[in-house]
């Protein structure tokens, strides 16, 4: 079964350090691209960027370039999303999510569920 | 980077048509994605390639897309597709971009 299973939630103060998961199976991890995607509470869908796992590239959008860092250990088929200094408005959902087959390289139609973070004093 | 834009809301009665739309001056020849999202949810992939539909999803969605605009259309919309919708563009050297979501709302 294809599939994207996601660290659990987290709740941080600010000026924490955090890395979140995204643990994949199912598929070729190396050969497709994987994502994240963030949504602050009662608000849109955000892409933050996408790697591949194959040769690493990385692609972020420009809002998060240098914010945080997207990274994949193809040993372990896991995708992470890295920030090095935590702020109260890093607080969100945040997604994964792959393009795979039929889909790639336009769509994504597999999801994880979701990693909660709460930044609070 | 570009920016999709979309309607914040949309109202339809139940049976009715329903459309989305979805702009922006870099959709010409880039494929656009629409995306269901419900409360406490993961988005779901409704309609791909601007308007094909992955397994599962009913005929009664469908999408068209003509210069820098991509509709969206439920036909016979059902009190089930009340939910937030999202469209998604991805060119060749960027990472993927989503509008700013549309909330349907069937009454």
């Known amino acids: 079964e294809v599939q994207l299973v996601q660290s659990k939630a987290e709740v941080k103060k600010p000026g924490d350090s955090l890395r979140i998961s995204c643990k994949a199976s199912?598929?070729?991890?190396?050969?497709?691209?994987i994502g994240w995607v963030r949504q602050m509470p009662g608000k849109g869908l955000e892409w933050m960027g996408i790697?591949?796992?194959?040769?690493?590239?990385?692609r972020y959008s420009p809002s998060f370039q240098g914010q945080v860092a997207i990274s994949a250990d193809k040993s372990v088929t896991t995708a992470y999303l890295q920030w090095s200094t935590l702020k109260a408005s890093d607080t969100a959902m945040y997604f994964c999510?792959?393009?795979?087959?039929?889909?790639?390289?336009?769509?994504?139609?597999?999801w994880g569920r979701g990693t909660v973070l709460i930044v609070s004093s | 980077s570009y920016e999709l834009t979309q309607p914040p809301s949309v109202s339809v009665s139940p049976g009715q048509t329903a459309s989305i739309t979805c702009s922006g001056d870099?959709?010409?020849?880039?494929?656009v994605s629409w995306y269901q999202q419900k409360p406490g949810l993961s988005p779901l992939l409704v309609l791909f390639?601007?308007?094909k539909r992955p397994s599962g999803i009913p005929e009664r969605f469908s999408g068209s897309s003509s210069g820098d605009t991509a509709t969206l259309t439920i036909s016979g919309t059902q009190a089930m597709d009340e939910a937030d919708y999202y469209c998604?563009?991805?060119?060749?050297?960027?990472?993927?971009?989503f509008g700013g979501g549309t909330k349907l709302t069937v009454l």
């Open positions: 999510a792959t393009s795979l087959g039929d889909y790639a390289g336009h769509s994504f139609h597999i």
């Open positions: 199912g598929f070729s991890f190396n050969t497709y691209w």
């Open positions: 790697i591949y796992p194959g040769d690493s590239e990385t």
């Open positions: 870099k959709l010409r020849g880039v494929f």
């Open positions: 390639q601007d308007r």
């Open positions: 998604q563009a991805w060119d060749s050297s960027t990472a993927p971009v």
